[in-house]
């Protein structure tokens, strides 16, 4: 495999006669992003559905492509700061429940230039058959931060998210507030919708 950065591509095979379609499609998502000003929104399941038809395509794959687009952030001008030199664990513990959701900032991890907040969310139901729907989640602590999905996961009822917040936090964060905005794409009659507004957890 090669390496770009902290990226791992998952072969260093590519065939050189994708070559001109690749840079086509690059030219296309440009436009793409011109067009709706970075606001494309989500195709609805009948656009979704007559695409997949019309040129063989996999369902999953253009949900994840239509997501990813959906969810791309806004370029920051200034330098993306890597954590470095790991200090310590932080125990941050708050929380909130909205609806059938807990919203929960759990820890964090204190590097020497920025610190990586972990957020988890767990859907508070008996049901066996649903599970909580894909979402872009974005984290807003104050003007003076700026924060960074770095990492996510997690099963059908919960999921957790670290963010690279830089500078870095200080050790107390007792009076501080989290602002989570939730962006959710559902395409599953089983899914069960995180709220589109934002979560304050202090």
């Not at 992003?33 to 399941?45: A, Y």
């Not at 997501?67 to 200034?78: C, D, F, K, R, T």
């Not at 664990?89 to 990586?116: E, G, H, R, W």
Request: aromatic residues 10%.
């Amino acid at each position: 495999m090669i390496k770009y950065g902290s990226f791992d591509a998952p072969t260093d095979y590519y065939c050189e006669h994708l070559t001109g379609i690749d840079e086509q499609i690059c030219e296309l998502l440009a436009k793409r992003k011109e067009l709706s000003n970075n606001k494309p929104g989500f195709p609805g399941m009948e656009l979704i559905n007559a695409w997949c038809e019309r040129y063989a395509l996999n369902k999953p794959m253009l949900l994840s492509l239509f997501g990813i687009m959906y969810n791309e952030p806004i370029p920051v001008l200034q330098e993306q700061i890597e954590p470095d030199e790991f200090l310590r664990f932080v125990p941050i513990l708050k929380s909130v429940q909205l609806d059938d959701f807990f919203y929960a900032v759990t820890y964090m991890k204190q590097y020497k230039n920025a610190s990586v907040v972990s957020v988890e969310i767990e859907l508070d139901s008996i049901e066996e058959n649903v599970r909580i729907g894909h979402a872009g989640l974005e984290l807003f602590i104050s003007p003076d931060y700026q924060c960074r999905p770095s990492r996510g996961g997690g099963d059908n009822k919960g999921m957790q998210h670290s963010f690279i917040v830089t500078p870095s936090l200080p050790d107390d964060v007792t009076n501080m507030e989290f602002k989570l905005t939730v962006r959710p794409h559902n395409y599953h009659p089983k899914v069960v919708a995180l709220a589109k507004s934002p979560v304050t957890i202090k």
